[in-house]
């Protein structure tokens, strides 16, 4: 399984930011796809799923309204838009699955947000 996220930068608040990740290795359309983050000295956060159609989503709360998730089953590709960008949701940004019960990470996209 391999997992490979790209699109992070430096934005100033208020900004946008599209990250996508890269899927291969495994049957990507049947699988849900999430994203995490975490930020300097914090705990890695989930920040939102999004299932095998892409029909249903889920998102944590301190993101909701701002961050939409989807997915091109196509592409193997998930992509997380980030808009209304605050500091506070400065991170490395990775993506996620959990395929044969076991957890693939990808390598992580920064994402700075400072005036």
């Known amino acids: 399984v391999q997992l490979v996220e790209s699109g992070g930068g430096w934005v100033p608040p208020g900004g946008s930011l599209r990250l996508s990740c890269a899927a291969a290795g495994f049957p990507f359309s049947t699988y849900p796809m999430n994203w995490y983050r975490q930020g300097p000295e914090k705990a890695r956060d989930w920040v939102a799923t999004i299932f095998s159609t892409g029909s249903n989503t889920a998102y944590a709360d301190s993101v909701k309204g701002r961050f939409t998730i989807s997915r091109d089953n196509g592409k193997n590709t998930v992509y997380l838009q980030m808009n209304s960008l605050k500091p506070e949701d400065t991170a490395v940004y990775y993506c996620?699955?959990?395929?044969?019960?076991?957890?693939?990470w990808g390598q992580g996209a920064q994402v700075a947000v400072s005036s």
């Open positions: 996620n699955t959990n395929y044969r019960s076991r957890d693939y």
